[in-house]
């Protein structure tokens, strides 16, 4: 569960990094109010939302058990344990 929500966390903070990057190799003022005016910051936060929609979708998409598939839970047989799979 850690990976998922680490992921989400990475996405949302890239646009703000990648800001601060960018003031850090102009030379600008990375710890200067002035360089992060709330419009560029509302700007910031919308690009890490939807990385993070997309995120959502890809991963809704492309990740998981294939369609139609069955999970068969973990169970034992003949006093041995076998772990859940997807059939």
Known sequence: MIRPLLTEILLFITPFALYALFLWATRSGVLDLA???????????????????????????????????????????NGRFVPGRIQ
């Open 35 to 77: 360089s992060w005016p709330l419009s560029r910051v509302i700007a910031l936060a919308i690009a890490a939302l939807v990385l993070m929609l997309g995120s959502f979708l890809y991963f809704g998409n492309y990740s998981g058990a294939p369609p139609g598939s069955t999970y068969v839970p973990a169970h034992i047989e």
